[in-house]
């Protein structure tokens, strides 16, 4: 019996089953040939793609762009399409829903250069549908600056609605006050 454990003892060291006498394994060596084979080939082709992308002498280089944009000074109106026109509307006084606090506010209508002519024939029907849908809204929705883009974005489809889908361009909110 004493042969036995002997030579179970012997094949689990030839199987490594035994940690304390078995010799540590040897850590496998990262990179090897695909290693040095990738590396240049990635550095080769980021030095060749450079070297294609980089300007011609005929395309403008980013400093002769940028000063030749800085001679002349931009306006706002510079940023403004030319075929736009800002129409102001009336001053009005809101009472908000909670019947405590009023809005006062004045808007601007841009539209097309032909439908100038159109907005102050309408603007009765345009305050109407205003005064409509700021009624409903509450005060706290107001007093939140996230609030003015869906605000702004209502007022346009409401303008839509009254003179045309293709007449208004934007609305400009120029006054606001809650009181």
């Given at each position: 019996?004493?042969?036995?454990?002997?030579?179970?003892?012997?094949?689990?060291?030839?199987?490594?089953?035994?940690s304390e006498t078995a010799p540590a394994a040897e850590p496998k060596k990262k990179g090897g040939i695909a290693g040095a084979i990738v590396t240049p080939l990635i550095v080769g082709a980021a030095s060749f793609g450079t070297v294609f992308l980089l300007p011609t002498q005929n395309a403008p280089l980013a400093s002769?762009?940028?000063?030749?944009?800085?001679?002349?000074?931009?306006?706002?109106?510079?940023?403004?399409?030319?075929?736009?026109?800002?129409?102001?509307?009336?001053?009005?006084?809101?009472?908000?829903?909670?019947?405590?606090?009023?809005?006062?506010?004045?808007?601007?209508?841009?539209?097309?250069n032909e439908v100038r002519g159109e907005v102050n024939p309408n603007e009765l029907r345009l305050r109407d549908a205003f005064m409509g849908y700021l009624r409903a809204v509450e005060v706290s929705e107001l007093q939140d600056p996230d609030f003015l883009p869906q605000l702004r974005a209502q007022l346009l489809r409401r303008s839509r609605l009254v003179l045309g889908q293709d007449k208004v361009a934007g609305i400009l909110i120029t006054d606001f006050l809650i009181r």
């Open positions: 019996m004493a042969e036995k454990k002997k030579k179970q003892e012997e094949a689990e060291v030839a199987n490594g089953a035994d002769e762009s940028h000063s030749a944009a800085t001679t002349a000074p931009l306006t706002p109106h510079d940023f403004m399409p030319k075929n736009l026109d800002v129409v102001e509307l009336k001053e009005f006084i809101v009472s908000i829903r909670d019947g405590k606090n009023i809005l006062r506010m004045s808007l601007a209508l841009e539209v097309p």
